[in-house]
């Protein structure tokens, strides 16, 4: 069993930087791929990036590769979301899941945050 709590979340304007922080609890944090969703109102939940258990491969949406860099620290149980070069559209709650395998799918991750309001501003 994985807890994740997000933070990091918060308002800034078009061109700015946020680094979204994921906590988690439980002995096998290690062990799992960790990734990042977010979901607009209106709109379906949508991967953005994830990054193997050992922290050593990482895979990013069209959308936000060469802005967002995903890093993780397993002595510390977190998983950090660098994100660079903010537009408005990026603009969502973004949402830390845990899972056994690395995909993009929302159905292959077992464990959820409860999210963190990110707001861009133009």
């Known amino acids: 069993q994985v807890q994740l709590v997000e933070s990091g979340g918060g308002l800034v304007q078009a061109g700015g930087s946020l680094r979204l922080s994921c906590a988690a609890s439980?002995?096998?944090?290690?062990?799992?791929?960790m990734a990042w969703f977010r979901q607009a109102p209106g709109k379906e939940r949508e991967f953005v990036g994830r990054?193997?258990?050992?922290?050593?491969?990482?895979y990013y949406a069209d959308s936000v590769k060469g802005r967002f860099t995903l890093s993780r620290d397993n002595a510390k149980n977190t998983v950090y979301l660098q994100m660079n070069s903010l537009k408005p559209e990026d603009t969502a709650v973004y949402y830390c899941a845990a899972g056994p395998r690395c995909t993009i799918l929302v159905a292959n991750y077992a464990f959820w945050g409860q999210g963190t309001q990110v707001t861009v501003s133009a």
């Open positions: 990054i193997s258990w050992t922290g050593g491969s990482s």
């Open positions: 439980g002995r096998t944090f290690s062990s799992y791929c």
